[in-house]
């Protein structure tokens, strides 16, 4: 990169750099040189700080491969590998996480993001942008901060602004190596105090030759009135020196590692630069330009990292920006407000060769410029960030290495038993939402580590404990979630449940409110003559979703009954859906066994409930939230719950829940009836007669891998 400067630090040294540089500059008059009067020699700081850097430290400074990728999962504690499989610790033999030894470096304190740590990695390596897309909460912040420690600090640099003599709205730049920049400024406002007490003792002389004159010949009054017009005059030429002094725009002088900025959610002054306003600008008063010019975050990440998460929240035109900042490595810093006085000042090109880690969610990718994104990818990677990991013993291991990262990171929590390091691992469990997973939300189950902690401290506990884990569940609940739970329990007071004998027309469905509140909802269904067109009418505020499915379910019901619907109304009724409706088809199976039952006057087995989508040729399609609403049939009374074949595998009710249900899957609608409805005879002939109509349309092992991603259908 280029200096941008024609501007000398001293009188007599100019940077070797600089002149290397820019040739036809060498012979730049100093601009601290005013009456004839020339600085005094300054020892040039470029040469001191080129000279103190030894060879011993070159060697301290680890290369991007000593920081490699392979990461000691426990060190310093014993692991038991014949246990390792079935315990919770994955082996490890600890009494709490005062045992476990926490990595210093970020980069080794990532869990479960192992493709998109390796891409940081080579990132940090190649000085590749990158782009992350995933689930706030599981990492993204931290592996960008992990890429600015990976970068070589050695090659950072300060900026600084010099006024220009010739247009004061074109201030002029120089970039000089990391802890230089401070050293100039220093020097130049010695020479600026220096110079000013020359001009103070010369007008303290004058000052009071003129009154001593005006004492011994001439009038008093008028010997005062030249002496305070000569104090002015020197007051208005002093500011000039000061003036000259630059500006230190980039610091880096006691950085240690490379820069790392969070631009998230900057405005376009604080990420782009910006030039202050200056209401006294005429009439020489006021602040001097470069003096007013403010670095943005693109120019303090020079030689380090610049992260924006939800980058689709800047406005295009500063994306447009960022991309030409990406595209030179060097921007220029004007007034962002048109109508400011800053924005008629604009400097020379600044530099801010940085490397750019933008994150977001799904959504990110739909208001991003779409040249930005290519600019990205085309000179760097894109990686998509996991929601969950399998359930391994050195997963587990990590985990409590997460919790025990979570309390040294924190300083003020106690340490974690055995016991309660297992109750986070069994929640990590739980929030994943797929068997033999763990969740890589971090985030919120940081909160639970540290709401935990807390509880333990109120207490003035050495340890945390697992209890206090228990009571954290309860307490770092989010909002959402306690208004579910609130209107779950206010709901109890005027429930309609039914959870024994037999009923036609009604089904007790399952649903889930705010993240994790599982609640009873049952379906009503009636039969009633048409009065012009059979028609299917559902009520309940449903969404469209919801819709759809109650559509579906009319085509099974059209294809296997011997009622001709043209002559009947079909009325579904969501009982208690709340004010938000239903949304989801999570219900589908809920609401065709309703309608079946009703239509064929057979009664439904009230202590059954149910879950489930269904396709329009019968089969029971997966769908989320199934542990969740299992618990919610268990508090409810019911015995039994049908749930999807395919969500077999994401079944993890607590203990307590576990003798208290039985969980039966099904794959196909005539399954579904087989088990809830009652009366042998006629459900026999039914179920026959739906089976030789649907039969499976979907390989079990198909439906199977469909549920990999976790469908979050409620």
């Known amino acids: 990169m280029s200096n941008n400067t024609d501007v000398d ?8 750099t600089a002149d290397e540089e820019r040739p036809e500059r060498q012979g730049d008059q ?100 990158v782009m992350m897309i995933g689930s706030p909460g599981t990492g993204k912040s931290m592996l960008a901060k992990a890429m600015s420690q990976l970068l070589p600090q050695e090659d950072l640099q300060d900026v600084l602004v010099y006024p220009n003599p010739d247009d004061d709205n074109e201030p002029k730049v120089r970039t000089v190596p990391a802890g230089k920049g401070e050293q100039i400024v220093d020097a130049h406002r010695e020479e600026a105090n220096k110079h000013n007490r020359r001009r103070s003792i010369l007008m303290w002389v004058i000052i009071a030759a003129i009154i001593g004159y005006a ?127 800053g924005a008629m000042v604009q ?93 890589l939300h971090f985030r919120t189950l940081g909160g639970l580590v540290r709401v935990a902690g807390d509880i333990a401290r109120a207490e003035d506990r050495e340890y945390t404990t697992r209890d206090d884990v228990l009571r954290a569940k309860d307490r770092s609940r989010s909002i959402e979630q306690q208004l579910a739970d609130d209107y779950i329990e206010r709901r109890k007071d005027y429930e309609l449940q039914v959870n024994d004998g037999g009923v036609e027309g009604r089904v007790n469905g399952l649903a889930v409110m705010g993240e994790d509140s599982g ?81 064929e006057d057979i009664p439904v087995d009230q202590s059954i409930a149910m879950t489930g989508s269904l396709s329009v040729r019968g089969d029971v399609l997966p769908v989320g939230g199934v542990t969740h609403k299992i618990e919610a049939a268990a508090k409810a009374g019911c015995t039994t719950v049908i749930i999807p074949e395919a969500n077999e595998q994401d079944v993890m009710i607590e203990d307590e829940y576990e003798e208290m249900v039985e969980i039966i899957p099904c794959s196909n609608i005539s399954e579904v009836l087989d088990v809830a409805l009652m009366g042998e005879p006629k459900k026999d002939s039914l179920v026959d007669r739906l089976k030789s109509i649907t039969g499976t349309t979907f390989d079990q092992g198909t439906v199977g891998s469909t549920t990999g991603s976790n469908p979050s259908l409620q």
């Open 30 to 129: 100093s601009l601290l040189e005013e009456d004839g009067d020339r600085r005094p020699d300054v020892d040039d700081p470029i040469d001191e700080f080129e000279s103190s850097s030894d060879e011993e430290e070159k060697d301290e400074i680890e290369t991007v491969d000593d920081l490699g990728s392979t990461v000691e999962v426990d060190p310093g504690v014993e692991v038991d590998e014949e246990i390792a499989k079935d315990d919770l610790l994955g082996g490890l033999k600890i009494d709490s996480t005062e045992d476990i030894e926490v990595p210093d470096r970020l980069v080794d304190q990532v869990i479960g993001q192992d493709e998109a740590r390796d891409i940081i990695i080579k990132a940090a390596k190649q000085r590749r942008h």
């Open 9 to 16: 630090d001293s009188p007599e040294d100019a940077s070797d």
């Open 215 to 341: 004492i011994f010949v001439g009038p008093l009054l008028l010997g005062f009135l030249a002496a305070g017009v000569i104090w002015l005059i020197f007051r208005t030429m002093g500011k000039g020196g000061d003036a000259m002094v630059p500006n230190l725009l980039v610091n880096n002088g006691e950085q240690r590692v490379a820069p790392f900025e969070d631009a998230t959610g900057a405005h376009a002054g604080a990420l782009l630069g910006d030039v202050r306003h200056d209401p006294f600008q005429s009439g020489g008063m006021g602040t001097p330009s470069h003096e007013r010019v403010e670095p943005g975050s693109i120019h303090k990440s020079n030689k380090g990292v610049l992260f924006l998460d939800e980058i689709n929240t800047l406005d295009i035109r500063t994306q447009q920006k960022l991309m030409t900042a990406i595209q030179e490595g060097e921007f220029s810093i004007t007034g962002q407000s048109e109508r400011s006085s």
């Open 347 to 439: 400097t020379e090109a600044v530099s801010c060769d940085f490397i750019m880690v933008a994150a977001g969610n799904l959504d990110a990718m739909e208001n991003m410029h779409p040249a930005l994104r290519n600019r990205i990818k085309g000179y760097g990677y894109e990686v998509y960030m996991d929601d969950t990991i399998e359930d391994t013993p050195e997963m587990r291991r990590k985990y409590a290495r997460f919790i025990a990262q979570e309390v040294e990171r924190d300083g003020r929590l106690p340490h974690f038993t055995d016991d309660a390091v297992k109750e986070i691992l069994l929640e990590a469990k739980r929030r994943s939402g797929r068997k033999n997973h763990l969740t």
């Open 519 to 599: 609640i009873m909802l049952p379906v009503m269904a009636e039969i009633a003559p048409a009065q012009g067109g059979g028609q299917v009418i559902a009520t309940g505020k449903l969404q469209e979703m919801a819709e759809e499915s109650v559509q579906n379910v009319s085509a099974i019901i059209k294809k296997f009954s011997d009622v001709d619907l043209s002559e009947k109304d079909v009325h579904i009724q969501f009982v208690q859906a709340g004010e938000g409706g239903v949304d989801g088809d999570s219900a589908s199976i809920t609401v065709a066994a309703a309608v079946i039952s009703a239509l």
